[in-house]
């Protein structure tokens, strides 16, 4: 039996269209037009999407005190920290400037930004699979699902929408 996909996603590339080869993302760590918003003071600039596995990298922004709600991980997620303080309600460290974290699998946390951060953070995450965002932290519910294709979609609708030239996105999908 041949292999299918298991997505009708359709990014408007055909697969020849479609590199395989290493690419560089080229990310504006500044106040560019670039930072998609993602929450209330939270913004993304893609890094990479990846249409065969779901999994996604980002270089996230958030302000000090701004908030992801509590979501569960599928996959497992690297971050390192460049800028600012940040951590998760369910863990007692704090991660700096320099900080690199390894998630498990099966992991569900609520990232905050710290209050008294110095500065806006900034964070890579190389995230494999989706995050199931939950309806409360304790004992929750499905409330969304986020994962590369997803993100792609909602990168693409934002480019759109602001007149951002979306061949930089189609760059990054691999």
Known sequence: MPITTFNSFNDGLAPNQRSREHFIASIDLEDGPHWVPYADGVWIQPCHFNVTSGGFSVVLKGFPGAALGTHYHIGTVRGFTMRGHWRYLEH?????????????????????????????????????????????????????????????????????ETGLDVRKLDALVR
């Open 92 to 160: 007692d460290w704090v991660a700096k400037p320099g900080t690199f974290i390894y998630e498990p699998a099966g992991e569900a946390h609520t990232l905050i930004i710290t209050a008294d951060s110095p500065e806006p953070a900034l964070i890579f995450f190389a995230v494999e699979g989706g995050l199931i965002y939950l309806d409360k932290q304790v004992d929750g519910g499905f409330a969304a699902y986020e994962d590369g294709f997803t993100a792609l979609e909602f990168c693409l609708k934002y480019y759109r």
